[in-house]
């Protein structure tokens, strides 16, 4: 291990987050801009569930490492919004399975469009050579941190 690597200031807020928090609020004035009244937030819980219906809320704890209870206030408000459901688990009641309502499976086609467009603003000017070196260099930090 290199102990003599020096960090400036801007590595050291680029690695906790300040690219995820510019991109979670690009995404968030998209969606605005664009009549979507979710969250970001909302938006990586039904991401998840538009691939797979019927997640627990501690899979999709596990998914977007969100820690239980702020999965579950982002479900409540997400019912509340008529978006998704929250059905007891047959073998487990302690367990609830998350469905996307009517409502759920129609906004995402207009949801995944600003979401490849929020994409396609951060990434403007970025090679693919570029975005292939830093997905490696960031898995790299990722799986350290496992």
Known sequence: MDTNLIYDDQFYSF?????????????QRNFKENGITITAEQWSILYF??????????DLAKLTFRDKPS???LISNLEKQKILIRLNCTGDKR??????????????????????KTISEAMKG???????QAQLLLEIVFNNLK
Do not use: P, Y
């Open 95 to 116: 367990t609830n399975q998350i469905f996307l309502t009517a409502l759920g499976h129609r906004i995402k086609d207009k949801c995944m469009f600003q979401a490849e």
């Open 49 to 58: 569930l538009w691939d797979s219906e019927g997640l627990s809320q501690q």
């Open 71 to 73: 999965v579950s206030r």
């Open 126 to 132: 970025v090679d693919k050579e570029s975005m292939q």
């Open 15 to 27: 690695l906790t987050g300040r690219v995820s928090t510019a991109i979670e609020r690009r995404l």
